[in-house]
């Protein structure tokens, strides 16, 4: 696929359309009192994974509507002290996966937290985590369930998830709280930038070519799935696109990134039909966050950089923790 977006030099200054809900932050605000209302009920189990440098737990906490949510805590092994940790969101239609599946961060020196994403795992990784809450009539996939009213939408549950998964990683004694970092791909990406709007005190967030960001152009700029759900549930129900794009509104990375703080390493493929690099841009040029900075790969499509933004990562990061230290 050759460049079908805007230039680079136009992708600089893009902003979205999206216009912000005025109940916006009360939504949000009341969405997560809800949600605490619930003990967080986190459940760390010692796992064999036959991995010998690193030890793994089973994790399961309350999420939205104190709805078990599973998930995997890995450190090095023998680890005695608090480390920084990294909060990871897993990209549409996977799982946590199994336990040996992540290796990464805990290899790097990190407590590492992988949220299992409700009602998904069963497209490329395995879940273990349901979604007992039901839909009204929707386009197969997760983008439009509840779709009309953001009180139903799916990704509120979602999102809420995710920031519960935050605080059961920071209730771990291996970890230290003010050394709390969000990353994730695709999904995990747009997860991620929603955690660094409603978390204020992250130490950064990696987006990594993000999905759910700047909704008005993304339904209508790519044929490629999962945006193109919305595209078929409005083909039907033709009356239904205000009330769509308005529910969406609340749930748009662009409007989450204008209340990001934390330093932050976004990442665009120019190439990328599932997650359009003038949407990536609009929610980075979005984000308030002074400390920001966004890794373009020219020639990729969705699998943007891979294991050279793995790389560009781990070199960023260390220096955004350095003085956070837990005294």
Known sequence: MALFDLPLDQLRDRRSSSVEPADFDQFWTDTLGQARQYDLA????????????????DVTFAGFGGHPVRGWFTVPAGSTEPLPVVVEFVGYGGGRGLAHSHLLWASAGYAHFVM????????????????????????????????EDPYDFYYR???????????????????????????????????????????????AIAPDVPFLCDFPRA?????????????????????????????????DGVHFAARGR???????????????????????????????QIEVYDFNGHEGGGPHQQSAQLRWLPGKLAGNEKA
Do not use: M
């Not at 339904?219 to 308005?246: C, F, M, N, Q």
């Not at 003038?278 to 308030?288: E, I, K, L, R």
């Open 42 to 57: 986190a459940r760390f189990e010692r796992t064999a994974t036959g991995l010998t440098t690193l030890d793994t737990y």
């Open 116 to 147: 299992d994403t409700r009602g998904q795992g069963s497209g490329w990784s395995v879940g273990d985590t349901e979604d007992p809450v039901g839909s009204t009539p929707a386009v197969p996939g997760f983008l439009t369930r509840g779709i």
């Open 157 to 203: 549950r979602v999102f809420t998830d995710a920031v519960r998964a935050v605080e059961a990683a920071r209730s771990h004694p291996l970890v230290d709280a003010s050394r709390t970092v969000a990353a994730g791909i695709s999904q995990g990406g747009g997860i991620t930038v929603a955690v660094g709007g409603l978390v204020p005190d992250l130490a």
């Open 219 to 251: 339904v209508t700029i790519t044929d490629t799935l999962p945006y193109r759900e919305v595209g078929r549930y409005l083909s039907v129900h033709r009356d239904r696109k205000a009330r769509v794009l308005d529910t969406l509104a609340y749930f």
């Open 262 to 292: 934390a330093p932050a390493l976004f990442s665009t493929a120019l190439e990328d039909e599932t997650c359009p690099p003038s949407t990536v841009f609009a929610a980075f040029n979005a984000y308030a966050g002074q400390d920001k």
